[in-house]
């Protein structure tokens, strides 16, 4: 099956400081990625849409000016969560599909982000 | 978006066939139906996807009825590394989708 990356796996962040996380699709262009959050315990929860070329679709209650995401080539989205605060802290994944006709997701292996 | 529902958590013996239902009674016409399992601390793995009737892999089956209001997964003979968390989604492609609760599924030895 197809391979979408994310890096870095695992990372820890003072408060205040922005971090940066890559999704990439290794062996097919995406024109469309979805970015996700997981709180412990809990179900993925849809963050926005990244579409390649144009600006990002945010869901409700999720802050576009908090949460930047660019699409910049078709392989790679990256999500920077800006100012990070403790309350930043959680899982994020990122998902892609490899074209139109094709209805499966490919997800990466996700982020674990700890802001201290 | 098409909503699920499915149980919250089931339990399981090893080698038994354990089946987990999906609810999904809004679904569309174009929509498919995919199954994921999630490890903690990992991304969501692809299990097996249908349109309509039953689907079989080497890892599952997936029956889905007539009217795809609902579908049910099954997993033969289950051991202790299927313990997981397990979704249902409807949609596909470039569709958005919602995850619902998904249904933990303890093996027990």
Known sequence: GAVVSQHPSR??????????????????????????RQFPKKSLMLMATSNEGSKATYEQGVEKDKFLINHASLTLSTLTVTSAHPEDS?????SATRDRANTEAFFGQGTRLTVV | LAK??????????????????????NIATNDYITWYQQFPSQGPRFIIQGYKTKVTNEVASLFIPADRKS?????????????????????GGYQK???????KLQVIP
């Open chain 1, 11 to 36: 990372v820890i962040c003072k408060s205040g400081t922005s971090v940066k996380i890559e999704c990439r699709s290794l062996d097919f262009q995406a024109t469309t990625m979805f970015w996700y």
């Open chain 1, 90 to 94: 959680s899982f994020y994944i990122c």
């Open chain 2, 4 to 25: 699920t529902t499915q149980p919250i958590s089931m339990d399981s013996y090893e080698g038994q066939e354990v089946n987990i239902t999906c609810s999904h009674n």
């Open chain 2, 71 to 91: 579908s049910t997964l099954s997993l033969p003979r289950v051991s202790l590394s299927d313990t997981a968390v397990y979704y249902c989604l409807v949609g």
């Open chain 2, 97 to 103: 989708v919602t995850f619902g609760t998904g249904t």
